[in-house]
């Protein structure tokens, strides 16, 4: 074989490499997810101020209870146990957001609206104890909005058939087991407070 042939062998299996090699994997449509994004600038200098350092307090607790199978919530309180919940000053920027997504976000379709990575940036971060109770000291008078993810397990019973029988007049008897099922439910608990002045404190129900 001469020189000329093993360059085109060579030029052929780099080709070849090359188109076999995918650039972009087609996403199956249950992985996709629709984003969007509040159509309004972000002022980080106002964000910022915002949550500089006051003399005011936030004080909350944080719990949920159990949803229904209509979607009521039902029950005894489910606190908070060691979650972070999310402090951001209300901008016009999270106003857009907040109005987007109860306008667009469903999670059915898997379109959900998201904060830019810029306003994500300004926020506080407290942790709860076990009792769902939560602080942020040091605040200034103004406007935020609190967020938190409290995951939470609902235990029931239902009655599973296990057969028929029948006696001896022809009768039909269903027989039932009872049987224990666990759902994992996570809710998104929210709230918006305002703080008037400097040195007050608020209590806040985060649920």
Do not use: C
């Amino acid at each position: 074989m001469n020189l000329t042939k093993i360059s085109l062998v060579i030029f052929y299996a780099i080709s070849s490499t090359a188109v076999v090699s995918a650039q972009y994997k087609e996403p199956e449509k249950k992985d996709k997810i629709e984003a969007l994004y509040p159509q309004v600038t972000f002022d980080s200098l106002q964000a910022k101020q915002k949550l500089a350092k006051g003399t005011a307090m936030i004080k909350g607790v944080a719990f949920t209870k159990a949803k229904s199978k209509w979607g009521l919530k039902v029950g005894q309180r489910i606190y908070a146990n060691q979650i972070k919940v999310t402090l951001f000053p209300v901008t016009a920027y999270l106003e857009a957001w907040y109005a987007l997504r109860r306008e667009k976000e469903n999670s059915r379709k898997r379109r959900y609206v998201y904060l830019s990575k810029d306003a994500y940036r300004y926020r506080l971060e407290a942790i709860t104890n076990s009792d769902g109770e939560f602080t942020f000291p040091d605040m200034k008078p103004g406007k935020y909005f609190l967020q938190g993810f409290l995951g939470y397990t609902y235990n029931g019973t239902y009655n599973e058939y296990t057969g028929s029988g029948y006696n001896n007049y022809g009768g039909q008897t269903d027989y039932y087991q009872q049987k224990r099922y666990s759902v994992d439910h996570e809710d998104r608990i929210e709230a918006f407070v305002e703080i008037n002045r400097n040195g007050e404190v608020v209590n806040l129900k985060l649920n």
